[in-house]
């Protein structure tokens, strides 16, 4: 099944492209602003809004599926691809994908992934090129066979259909505590992020985080509904590192402080350090898991930066060097490699989240559900945006769909047996 033609749209992402170094360096926030010089090359102001770029595939009998190409909200940080630049990525989708999607068969989903991403001029193509026109084709494949995209997933890697929902992990934002009370109210699995990526949210020592984590557990256990307890996760974009120290056992030493604040939970600590380069990284979150195990600590580490591509994440994966690794879908790039990462996880046994940025769209956020669904991975990140609701919603909404779905075909199978 040939693709007849290729439409690109410009878009908008959910959030804004930040200048995490600007940031990190003290930059003032004004309102919803940062004041100050930006540092990372690409960026004229230390926030910019978010846009994306949709891909269409115009299909033989001239239906159009699409995909939604776009950078992270801290694009140029920690090894990623640079700030993402429309026109050039226009530029480059019009010359050389376009005619790469015109010559392959839609139906192929693997097969067509291999061929439109090959590289270009001895270079690998921008991760968010892969990553928007990896949806689109697997839109086309679930719309060539009829089938769901996680259906899809699962006969390309040979994978049992799923039967088990994947936990959702809210963001708040800079909205902390209005967003903690929504999240506690609708009962989400895995809060609240917290967004601690400044000196002042981090506090000397620490104590502003250790007091933040406190009052969410507290929070939890004064307005949650009866029974509920979530996993308590926190993103501190390597603030410890930063005020603590880089020796992986003063790391472990705060960690443990902080689980033991609040007994009872699992606290995931995403992001503690950033060694400055993935090799390091890899070295020193081994370490600091190892101390964290060996002491029977409840606390588990994440790691985002420095882990960005398949072979990065099955570097830490084989190295242990987490107990959780972050799939963050954008520097992933094609979504075929967001499923091959899961699936090294868990050879490795080391925990799956498929993740991804604020500053994502609607459809690639229901693209990412469908292969944390098909390739059941340990949770799921709920995007786009940073307002809990319509994150929630556009991710709980499509996995409630997806398994009803899965279901009658599930029983539509047992009935043709």
Known sequence: MQIKEVLVALGNGAFFYDDQAAIRSGAVQDGFLYVGEPITPGFDFIRHPALSLSIGLVLSEDSVVWGDMMGVQYSGAGG???????????????????????????????????????????????????????????????????KTMAEVICAEFDLPLPTRRVPIYCQSGDVREINVDKMILRAVDVLP??????????????????????????????????????????????WIGQEIGLEPQLIADFICRVADTVPGFTVNVESPADFG????????YANIVSILDNRG??????????????????????????????????????LADTARAVLLCKENKVGAYVGGSCTETDLSAQASVHISVATQADMMLAKPGMGVDEAFSIVGNEQNRLLAMLNRRRAQNENVG
């Open 193 to 238: 992020h917290g967004l601690i990526n400044s000196r002042q949210k981090f506090g000397v020592e620490g104590q502003a985080f250790m007091e933040f984590v406190k009052w969410v557990a507290a929070r939890t256990r004064q307005i949650g509904r009866p029974g509920y307890h979530p996993v308590l996760h926190f993103d501190v974009y390597g």
């Open 80 to 146: 990623r691809d640079s700030l993402f630049d429309v026109d050039q990525i226009s530029d480059l989708t019009s010359r050389v994908v376009a005619p790469r999607l015109l010559d392959v068969d839609a139906s192929r989903y693997l097969e067509a992934c291999g061929h439109v991403f090959q590289p270009h001029k001895h270079k690998r193509l921008p991760l968010a090129v892969e990553y928007g026109v990896s949806q689109a084709l697997l839109r086309a494949v679930a719309h060539l066979r009829r």
């Open 277 to 284: 380069s993935t090799q390091a990284q890899i070295e020193n």
């Open 297 to 334: 600590s409840t606390a588990r580490i994440v790691v985002d930066e420095r882990c960005n591509t398949l072979e990065d994440i099955r570097l830490f994966a084989e190295a242990k060097a987490a107990h959780l690794i972050q799939i963050k879908t954008p520097d992933v790039g094609s």
